[in-house]
């Protein structure tokens, strides 16, 4: 992997990770950029303990631009993007219009390839392997900044979700407090450790293992399952079989492995209702995407890492959440009263009979 790093015409950073060595990025941006202007700012809730980003300036960022206007595509024919190589690997670079910034995080975009029309899916191993090398490179590098606690890696995938922007990438938020749902975890370790002297993690990965009907796919090194008391109608975790507190911290093997494991899980996520009524769905911003006789599931994948400076570090399991809010063809899971008033979710799907779906579509 090159790492090329330079500025865009505002003063962000924008960073190229290349898979060959003699790739030059020496492009120029040549955009009339006004300084980025933000107005985010974090604000504590009193009665749940939590925090809210307050991130007016969003009002205004790109929304369902058509494919010839799409500003994560590389600048060419004399269009200009916000990345102006006239093509690439993976370009990261910082969101201009960010929910976190200055003292209160950092918020990053990640283009998974230059191709507008593809998926993290539709990439080879090599291209998977990349993205895996940016999201830890910049896990070390955000790591280290001033006053940032956690490093969050996600993709959402598909207008269900409320993309803006259709082609294939993901973000990197940089957090200035620990997250609520990582706090909710680490109070659990805790009390798994105070009450058996076990580790949480091991125990339930150990515990899927044993069990078998929710276990969707098993490697080497990573093992994909749906969870006991999952919360969406198709949602699995993956984890890697020796335990890492984050990205930085799996070996060779596990990050050899790790993009036939995911790519696997993605492509069964696209097939889970094909054939069902699902249908072809167009890509956000124009196109019909590369596989147009299966249907693109929406999802969101996100990978959770152990908080920077978090005691007991170690004891935390990196794995990555992938799950999607449609539960059959034709229809969302939506958040309404008691998910969304009372945090307690209500899913229609038997975890068991997700993952046999899952395992069934391995063959289709």
């Keep these: 992997m090159k790492k090329t790093t330079t500025r865009l015409a505002d003063g962000r950073e924008l960073i190229y990770y290349d898979m060959r060595d003699d790739a030059v990025r020496d492009e120029l941006d040549h955009r009339p950029l006004d300084p980025v202007a933000t107005a985010s700012e974090i604000r504590h809730d009193r009665l749940l303990g939590d925090s809210v980003a307050i991130a007016s300036h969003r009002q205004a960022r790109t929304y369902h631009p058509p494919a010839d206007e799409c500003p994560l595509c590389p600048s060419r024919d004399g269009r200009l993007s916000e990345i102006p190589a006239p093509d690439y690997d993976v370009a990261v670079f910082e969101n201009r219009f960010p929910s976190l910034a200055g003292d209160s995080g950092r918020c990053e975009v990640v283009c998974f390839t230059a191709d507008h029309d593809a998926s993290f899916a539709d990439l080879t191993e090599e291209q998977a392997a990349l993205v895996l090398e940016a999201w830890t490179d910049r896990t070390a590098e955000l790591s280290q900044l001033p006053g940032v606690e956690q490093v969050f890696c996600f993709e959402n995938r598909g207008a269900e979700i409320g993309v803006t922007l259709g082609h294939p990438h993901g973000q990197i938020y940089a957090y200035p407090f620990v997250t609520p749902r990582t706090e909710r975890m680490l109070t659990s370790l805790a009390a798994h450790r105070e009450a058996t002297g076990g580790n949480l993690f091991d125990d339930t990965v150990a515990d899927e293992l044993a069990d078998g009907r929710r276990i969707v796919l098993e490697g080497e090194h990573w093992v994909v399952f749906v969870p006991y008391a999952a919360h969406w109608p198709y949602e699995v975790h993956l984890y890697p079989k020796r335990r890492v507190p984050d990205l930085l911290a799996l070996d060779e093997a596990a990050r050899t492995e790790f993009p036939q494991i995911y790519l696997e899980v993605l492509r069964r996520f696209d097939r889970i209702f094909a054939g069902r009524g699902g249908g072809s769905e167009a890509v956000p911003g124009g196109g019909s995407g590369k596989r147009a006789d299966t249907a693109r599931t929406p999802y969101i994948a996100a990978w959770h890492q ?18 999607t809010i449609r539960r059959t063809s034709g229809k969302l899971k939506f958040l309404a009263g008691s998910e969304s008033g009372m945090n307690v979710f209500i899913n229609d799907v038997p975890p068991e009979a997700a993952a046999e779906r899952l395992r069934e579509v391995a063959s289709e």
């Design 306 to 323: 152990a908080p920077v400076r978090a005691e007991h570090r170690g004891e935390f399991a990196l794995h990555l959440e992938l799950f």
